[in-house]
């Protein structure tokens, strides 16, 4: 719950000033992880992610000959790896860790409180949409608070996921309607920052879950998710009605892929392309160890003439580390598959893990949150109904 907390806090956190230090986020999910694992310890089937984090030590070797001089050596790493590590112990304290339904509803509780608060905050102190949107179709940071659009898509697209599961799991009139309400806002909020990456993981995840969650319903049950399948497709339809008229039209430009004058624009990625062609040119170049940890930004600026940050995990862990990043890209993606196919329990599986995988393929690893997701997906929930009820015996 704590490390929940502070994942869904970290945006909010550093927009206003208020981390000790950039990554302490991510450091601190790692933080209360371990303090997990000293008390309640950890699976004897975590060996794949135990690989997955000793993988990652060869390329902090390989960085200290190719990083140049004046690269401060423990940032440089710190930065790179704190993101790959914070999944890595988040997947060793969830995989196979038994808990309630319940409990788990409380987990996500503590990470949507402080989404809500950050929309809360986004709502007061962002101007007008009519004011900010002089940037055209571009990712709008005046309307993200001033901070990264897309991260706050990221955030906000979570929280309104969330909240729209909960419609279904929480079996409570005016909790739903609540519910309901925050999601309408948290979209509207997720969409006017004109990042896609978000929103789109976003619908991705609620189709997913909607869908592994109606197949799992009895067929009595399944006429009564109509109505609310209904009134959820209306919801999104007038939330984006609403969001492309207060954008005068830009919004519905930005998912066409086109500029403010409606013409078609060349690269749909916005350059996420070209910096993954030239990551998996340095897995090219050094196939085996890879180019080392912290590289790839100096790499791209020498072959490309860019110099900007990777926005793909997993073509960065093919660059950074050659081919012990192929092994762990496979173990991340096989290990939870072999562990659905075993116990298809929990209904927000397929959905977290498409939710890691989609942001850390526009995102990155920017922040704990994916690899928090990631790690909640491993956890096995006890089917309470089937577990046995121990009755005190009746005395004569």
Known sequence: MAAAYIAGAEVFFRMNGSMV??????????????????FKGTSTKTVPY?????????????????????????????????????????????YYKKITAVQFNYILMMLLMPL?????????????????LMSGTNSNYAASGGYGPNQISTI????????????FVIKDSAINVVDFVLMGLMGYRAIVTFSRGGVITAIICILVFLLF????????ERKKLFVKFTLLFAAICFIWIYTATKTQGLITYRYTNKNAAGQLETDITTGRAELIVTELQGFY?????????????????????????SHNEISRLLSEHGLLGIVAVLILIFVPI???????????????????????????????????????????????????????????
């Open 21 to 38: 230090f950039y990554e302490t986020g991510k450091y601190a999910v790692i933080f209360f992880l371990i303090i997990g694992m000293f």
């Open 50 to 94: 135990w690989i997955y984090l000793l993988i990652l030590i060869p390329g902090i070797i390989v960085a200290s000959f190719t990083l140049d001089y004046d690269v401060v050596f423990r940032k440089a790493i710190a930065f790179n790896l704190s993101g790959p590590v914070s999944l890595g112990v988040s997947a060793l304290y969830c």
């Open 116 to 132: 809500i608060t950050t929309m809360a905050y986004l709502y007061f102190y962002t101007p007008s949409i009519g004011e900010v």
């Open 156 to 167: 906000m697209g979570l929280g309104a996921f969330i909240l729209c599961t909960r419609l």
């Open 213 to 220: 969650y109606y197949i799992k319903q009895s067929r009595q």
């Open 285 to 309: 170049n050094n196939p085996v160890m890879g180019i080392g940890v912290g590289k790839g930004k100096k790499f791209r600026s020498e072959e490309a003439g860019r110099d900007t940050a």
């Open 338 to 396: 072999i562990f659905w196919a075993k116990f298809k329990n929990n209904y927000y599986f397929l959905a977290f893990v498409a939710f890691w995988f989609l942001t850390v393929n526009h995102s990155a690893m920017r922040i704990a949150l994916p690899g928090l997701v990631y790690g909640l997906a491993l956890l096995y929930i006890v089917d309470e109904k089937k577990d046995p009820v121990y009755r005190k015996r009746l005395s004569n």
